[in-house]
């Protein structure tokens, strides 16, 4: 192959897809960039603690309507639905930046809303278009490409502070400017690439060694994140320092690069199933289709990596299989009360299923809990004495993208060896997040710091349980407006929990002390709340609804046993 095809190969290879996918999202998380940028936007625009939460949860919706970029990916190239992402995002965020360095006339705050809902909600856009293609291209290994791609997702914040710091600009609202044009820079870079490639007729035996490379990056990534967190909290950095420092930062990030090259200029003479699969004529694979349909996620991978003439053989006892089992009577070839868990559904289809529903309701109670935390955070450790919130911004961000790998590695783990339900994993993260926010509620010494680690890495791990249990029990025909409607559950629990709960404490909290201080309090005073008590009560109602969507998580699982013992109960025997 000359090196002119194989360059042709390398941009149609679904691991630089991946790879691509990965740095989309590396900058698209800018979401949970709102803890760094809502303290510059109170303290310019001269609000207080209740119209920062109106902004926070006009971010939090922008961030989950995702319902326009999930059904345009099932009509449209994924690089349109990219472009609509970086436009809106440096038009919303832009627009936010310009207003708070005075450039443009200050906003009303319902504008200033709606911008901030705009810039968000290219997030959807950007990823829908990674998520659609990562488990398209990757339909086998699920767990593992939606944990890694949330995962970085929830990583950006961290990325996008550290290349803050390198410009040293003297302006603090200069976050938001890199937040409207770093996203905008990367993905406008990659888009084309970012796209189905049809990986599912691709499986090779070389996967997981790189899913295994990829998991020690991402392990290094964020201890190298971590590591420069300690080394700005305990040392002055020079300027000098932090470029070299974000250099190695970068570097990590493309690292992943290296397995496509690998596979397409180094490990190209090895056989793939993908030229196996030419060695079946038309026929066989359309005669073939249909077993495939009913079987090859309960039978696992192993089948792609057969050569043809076992493969073959495999497919016709398969058949016969399916044969007698319609005979008996235990499959219904033709049905005609819609799909059944573990087929595809629609989302209307969904809608009206008790398994969506308990999966997005206890998405309401627990990651609107943990949603809450993250908008909240720079308020947080302002009343707690703290001068810099963009360290626990940072470790929040690090411990989500943890959450989001992990979450995916383990519950792969959980389906693939035990055949247990994939939502048992979910239901335990919510028990440790009602633990931790039980610990800030009772005033104990290091619960920010807790806080920050357990909730960052229980949130994350939802992002990557919900969207792969998902699209196991409803399928992935329609996976992109199933995903995007699973995500409103955030902003719902959100504009409760973050709009009315934690804001109506918080500012009853500062009233109260700056009655007892002053004895008198003006309504057009800023707000501020000093010590553990301002969000104390907040964290142990949220604890609360933690432990009912554990129970709700727990009723799923005690639904889907047997759903999930057809998809994978051999693969756990082998």
């Known amino acids: 192959m000359s090196f002119h095809e194989k360059v042709k190969c390398l941009l149609s290879n679904r691991w630089l897809v991946f790879v691509a996918s990965m740095w989309v999202q590396s900058c698209s998380g800018i979401g949970y960039m709102f803890g760094s940028i809502s303290p510059v936007i109170k303290k310019r625009m001269g609000y207080n603690q209740r119209q920062i939460a109106m902004l926070g949860v006009a971010k939090d919706v922008g961030d989950a309507i995702g319902f326009v970029a999930g059904s345009l990916c099932e009509v449209a190239p994924i690089w349109v639905v990219l472009f609509i992402g970086v436009v809106q995002n440096l038009l919303g965020y832009g627009l936010v930046w310009l207003t708070t360095i005075h450039t443009l006339p200050k906003l009303p705050l319902w504008l200033l809303c709606v911008c901030i809902f705009i810039g968000t909600n290219g997030e959807t856009y950007f990823n829908t278009g990674a998520l659609v293609s990562g488990v398209q291209n990757f339909p086998k290994s699920r767990g593992p490409v939606v944990g890694i791609l949330k995962g970085f997702a929830g990583l950006s914040g961290a990325i996008l502070t550290q290349v803050y710091t390198v410009f040293n600009f003297p302006d603090q609202a200069s976050v938001i400017f890199v937040v409207a044009v770093g996203p905008t820079i990367v993905i406008s870079s990659v888009m084309f690439i ?17 899913f295994m490379y990829l998991y020690c990056v991402c392990l290094i990534l964020a201890a190298y994140l971590l590591a420069i967190l300690i080394l700005h909290d305990v040392t002055h950095l020079t300027q000098t320092t932090i470029t070299w420092l974000t250099i190695g930062l970068l570097v990590l990030i493309l690292l992943p690069v290296a397995i496509p090259v690998f596979l397409v200029f180094f490990a190209s003479s090895r056989p793939d199933s993908h030229f196996e699969e030419t060695l079946l004529n038309e026929d066989q694979k359309q005669e073939n289709e249909v077993v495939f349909s009913e079987v090859e996620d309960e039978k696992g991978s192993e089948i792609d990596l057969l050569l043809p003439l076992e493969r073959q053989k495999r497919i016709n006892h398969l058949q016969a299989k399916l044969v007698q089992a319609a005979a008996d009577g235990a499959v219904r070839v033709k049905r005609k009360k819609g799909p059944r868990r573990g087929e595809d559904f629609t989302l209307t289809q969904a809608l009206v299923k008790a398994d969506f529903l308990l999966l997005f309701f206890s998405l309401v109670f627990a990651s609107g809990s943990g949603l809450t935390i ?22 929040i961000s690090i411990w989500n993208f943890l959450g989001r790998v992990g979450g995916g590695y383990f519950s792969e783990i959980i389906v693939r060896k035990h055949a247990y339900p994939r939502p048992v994993a979910m239901a335990g993260v919510q028990l440790v997040m009602a633990g931790s926010l039980f610990y800030y509620a009772t005033g104990a010494p290091g619960a920010i710091y807790v806080v920050s680690v357990v909730m960052g890495l229980c949130y994350g791990a939802h992002w990557a349980i919900v969207p792969s249990a998902a699209s196991e029990l409803f399928g992935l025909k329609s996976f992109g407006a199933i995903y995007n409607f699973l995500t ?27 009655l007892i201080k002053y004895n008198i309090f003006h309504e057009t005073e800023e707000l501020t709340c000093y010590g553990s008590v301002c969000y104390s009560l907040t964290c142990g109602i949220l ?14 699982v005690y639904r889907t046993k047997r759903v999930y013992a057809q998809l994978y109960g051999n693969n756990s025997q082998t």
């Open 374 to 395: 993250i908008d909240n955070l720079g308020q947080m450790c302002e009343s707690l004495g703290y001068k810099n919130a963009h360290v626990f911004v940072s470790m």
């Open 194 to 210: 970012v796209r189905p490639v049809g990986g599912h007729k691709r499986a090779q035996q070389s996967d997981n060694t790189s």
């Open 488 to 514: 409103l559950a955030s902003p719902t629990g959100s504009l409760i929990f973050s709009g009315v709960i934690a804001s109506g404490i918080y500012d009853y909290e500062a009233k109260k002390q700056n």
């Open 543 to 556: 604890s609360v609804l933690c432990i009912i969507a554990f129970s709700l998580s727990m009723t799923v």
